[in-house]
């Protein structure tokens, strides 16, 4: 897949004001980082909806620590913006913002 849609008022969404209230904008754009991972993934031969990267690589790749990341993963878990499923970060809502 090659973009998603994204709500130009997406920042105004309650799960995501509470991510810019506990993380600022560093949250903010992990959350965005790793729809972009998942998005990156989705083909016909895989819907898994999965976020394969770990908490080392999402870290180094954007400059944060892997402790920080985890936390922040946690956060985004607790308000539903992502499922952990067995220990396998997935977005199904992702499924919203398909263009078929």
């Keep these: 897949m090659e973009w998603f849609k994204h709500d130009a ?3 105004m969404d309650r799960k995501l004001q509470e991510v810019l209230i506990d993380y600022g904008l560093e949250g903010y754009g992990l959350y965005f980082y ?3 991972l998942i998005c990156g993934n989705i083909s016909a031969a895989n819907l898994t909806f999965e976020l394969e990267h770990d908490a080392r690589i999402i870290a180094r790749n954007t400059g944060s ?3 920080k990341v985890s936390e922040m993963m946690a956060r985004f878990i607790e308000l539903k913006l992502f499922e952990n ?3 396998r970060i997935t977005c199904f809502k992702m499924l919203s913002r ?3």
């Design 98 to 100: 398909l263009d078929l």
């Design 9 to 11: 008022n997406a920042n």
């Design 34 to 36: 790793c729809l972009e």
């Design 85 to 87: 499923n067995e220990g």
């Design 65 to 67: 620590t892997p402790q």
